[in-house]
């Protein structure tokens, strides 16, 4: 029999908990697994320049994301209400700091986020369908130009958030299939890569030279930070499984559970794929190189990494394979994406912190409002093309926004009478968390100080929304 969670509510109908450990756990893998470890090696091994280097990035930002998904499991222990991450910095340090991480994840993380995935969806079924490639204008204004691939994205969009406004029971259906599916397939890419197409140039100059020593001490220390954000951020939107505690069972077990099976399962998957994409071509190459051997993977052509991987070892007739892979990938993350973000919006409503209207829910138990809300907003931002540089600037901002949860982890373990609990492992991350921040003021400064006024350009929305109520 279904269980509704009664304190969830707010205004129309009622949360149903719906999701069991499986559901989560792929509901944590498939916001993760995106287009990013396809693609993102190619720009980490131009940073830090070896294939060493790269595989310390991908362990390094995995051990990050596994260390904080750990520190929100025993959040959600605390407080497995709809909302998640909002309600633990709600908690922690007031409402303030709860409205403006939701400000911005609604602004840009989350919303940024799906029109990003959407249109890389569009970009690679524009391998399946010349017609769609970038050069297809559908309108132009002389200010605004809007292309095939643009409105292919809103389409994703729309018929995601329709899908989902049917109830967290088809969404969970899509995110299951699609997760099995991608996660069948980086399996059988790292099985490819190692055990099929296993090139000895490659894997000879990989091993001749593993960790680049030509830079000093600082220079290299500033490329490994700016190289783990392509990393971390391919392993982003774990989060989001917290938002949805209301409509998970048992949710004090399960979402710790699924937080640190997914994450650890996507970890381990990204270190191997790395590890295939090693074993086929070697980390540098050179720009002009007439093979994908020749150019490596630093200069993969579009920086499509894994595309070079399998064409190299399956000929070129296999790139609309792996297109179709990229495509189920990119589709399933959009979906993880549109299904969690209302609940945190809905969450805010609640308080009060957001329109009245999305405070409601569905008779299927949705935020159907909220998801109205976020996927004409991502839909916007797909057909402006800004997304791209709006996500630039959010990335040290969300990373920080990660490590304030986690202080807040310590602080509310005094409320709760958890003092003892052992503290390393989240000092641990708050430590590893600022000292990527620092380094990106100091590397990447145009892709700090913007998401930061962004933050503070919220201040004055929630006193106004609070004067409002």
């Known amino acids: 029999m279904e269980r509704r969670d009664e304190g969830a509510a707010g205004q129309g109908g009622t949360y149903v908990r719906l999701l069991g450990t499986f559901d989560a756990t792929m509901l944590v893998a498939g916001s993760m697994i995106g287009s990013g470890i396809f693609i993102v090696s190619a720009d980490i091994v131009r940073e830090v320049g070896s294939a060493g280097f790269l595989l310390a990035v991908w362990l390094v930002s995995g051990l990050m994301t596994v260390a904080a998904a750990r520190c929100y499991a025993e959040l959600a222990t605390m407080y497995p209400h709809a909302g998640g991450q909002y309600v633990f910095l709600r ?71 329709v899908a989902n406004a049917r109830g967290v029971a088809t969404g969970k259906r899509i995110q299951n299939v699609l997760t099995v599916t991608k996660i069948a397939s980086l399996a059988a890419l790292i099985v490819l890569g190692v055990l099929v197409g296993l090139h000895g140039h490659a894997v000879g100059a990989n091993l001749a030279a593993p960790f680049d020593a030509s ?127 209302p609940r945190l919006y809905h969450a805010m409503a609640v308080d009060g912190l957001l329109f009245a209207g999305v405070a409601r829910l569905s008779a299927r138990g949705v935020p159907a409002r909220a998801l109205a809300l976020q996927g004409a907003w991502a839909s916007l931002l797909a057909l402006s093309g800004r997304y791209g540089q709006l996500l630039d600037y959010v990335i040290a901002t969300a990373l920080l926004f990660y490590a304030l949860t986690v202080i807040g982890l310590l602080r509310l373990r005094a409320r709760h009478g958890h003092e003892g609990r052992g503290r390393a492992l989240p000092i641990a991350y708050v430590a590893a968390a600022s000292a990527v921040c620092l380094d990106l003021l100091i590397v990447k400064p145009e892709y700090t100080w913007p998401g930061f006024v962004l933050v503070a350009l919220g201040v004055p929305v929630y006193l106004a929304w609070r004067r409002r109520g």
Not at 106 to 134: D, N, Y
Not at 235 to 253: H, K, L, M, Q
Not at 285 to 311: F, L, Y
């Open 215 to 341: 830079r000093s001490h600082g220079a290299l220390l500033g490329a490994f930070g700016a190289a783990m954000v392509g990393a971390l951020f391919s392993s982003d939107a774990w989060n989001n499984v917290t938002f949805t505690a209301a409509e998970v069972r048992a949710p004090e077990r399960t979402l710790p559970r699924a937080l640190l099976l997914g994450t650890g399962l996507v970890v381990l998957l990204y270190l191997l794929t790395n590890v295939a994409y090693l074993a086929v071509l070697p980390a540098q190459g050179t720009p002009d190189g007439a093979t994908a051997v020749e150019r490596g993977i630093a200069h993969a052509t579009d920086d499509r990494v894994g595309t070079a991987v399998v064409g190299e070892v399956l000929g070129p007739a296999a790139a609309g394979g792996m297109a179709l892979l990229i495509m189920i990938s990119t589709f399933g993350c959009v979906n993880g994406l549109v299904l969690a973000g």
């Open 91 to 161: 908690e922690a340090f007031g409402p303030l700091a709860g409205f403006l991480y939701g400000w911005t994840l609604l602004l840009v993380i989350q919303t940024g986020t799906i029109a990003a995935v959407a249109v890389a969806f569009a970009k690679f079924l524009a391998v399946l369908v010349p017609a769609l490639g970038a050069g297809a204008v559908v309108a132009s204004t002389g200010i605004v130009t809007i292309t095939a691939q643009q409105l292919v994205a809103v389409g994703v969009i729309a018929l995601l958030t």
